[in-house]
């Protein structure tokens, strides 16, 4: 029989409805292959100043929602190419490994594996790990790995609040990588936002599922869910900008 087609979201922003982030202000990251990072500006749409690119989110009822959307090429496919070269078998080694040792040990590592994207828009661009010496451990890789994705992402979120006119507030993620203590609590400490935890792996197919029933007629509301997790940053603002500005120097190179 015939299947009534009653509702259609791109899958970032299917995301965006699925975890709540309606208000200006809100957002959400999906890691996956890249990371995607997207905030709600309301009934206002954004031309961005600031490296993200300003577009639709949804328009149900001829009513239209914008966001700003940021992009990390290289999240997923980061980890995997430090599988493939040996420095972790899998990527529970994130934690495992990268427990090892306290800190990244002055090593940095920018994930442009297949370019950079926000807010630098460098495609010609490549990965680096800078900062080495003899004492430079497996451990310190993975830490570096995973203060180059957070720090990518949290400059972002940083591009985000200063077109929103205020830093995000808080920040909600999902997809494979928010599997991993050491990701959740480097992205938290960079933010200096809390990181809430949804609690479904397919939040682009709960957002598309609630766009589909509410053209059919159906009161659903997707955003009635509350988070697996909620990290807080355990630095200060003053040691996670220094952090932050040295990889900016890094990928800026």
Do not use: M, N
């Not at 966001?67 to 420095?87: F, K, M």
């Amino acid at each position: 029989g015939a299947v009534p087609v009653t509702g259609a979201c791109v899958d970032q922003q299917a995301a965006l409805y699925a975890e709540g982030c309606h208000a200006a202000g809100e957002a959400k990251c999906t890691y996956g292959t890249g990371a995607f990072l997207l905030a709600s500006t309301g009934s206002v749409p954004t031309r961005s100043s600031h490296g993200l690119v300003g577009c639709p989110a949804w328009r149900p009822d001829d009513a239209t929602t914008w966001c700003l959307d940021g992009q990390v090429y290289t999240v997923g496919a980061a980890v995997r190419w430090l599988t493939d070269v040996g420095i972790i078998t899998e990527a529970a080694d994130l934690d495992r490994v990268g427990s090892t040792v306290g800190d990244a040990g002055g090593a940095v590592f920018v994930p442009a594996l297949s370019g950079l994207a926000a807010p630098f828009w460098k495609p010609s661009a490549r990965a680096a790990f800078t900062g080495l010496s003899l004492g430079t451990e497996r451990g310190h890789l993975v830490r570096a790995a995973i203060d180059g994705i957070a720090a990518q992402v949290a400059l972002l979120a940083e591009a985000a609040g200063a077109e929103l006119g205020a830093p995000l507030h808080w920040l909600r993620v999902d997809g494979g990588l928010t599997r991993s203590d050491l990701v959740l609590q480097t992205q938290a400490d960079l933010l200096q936002a809390p990181v809430e935890v949804y609690p479904s792996p397919h939040a682009t197919a709960v957002g598309v599922a609630a766009f589909a029933a509410r053209g059919a007629g159906l009161d659903v509301d997707p955003s009635a869910w509350r988070p697996t997790r909620v990290v807080e940053p355990r630095i200060g603002a003053d040691e996670a900008a220094a952090r932050l500005d040295a990889w900016r120097r890094v990928a800026a190179a």
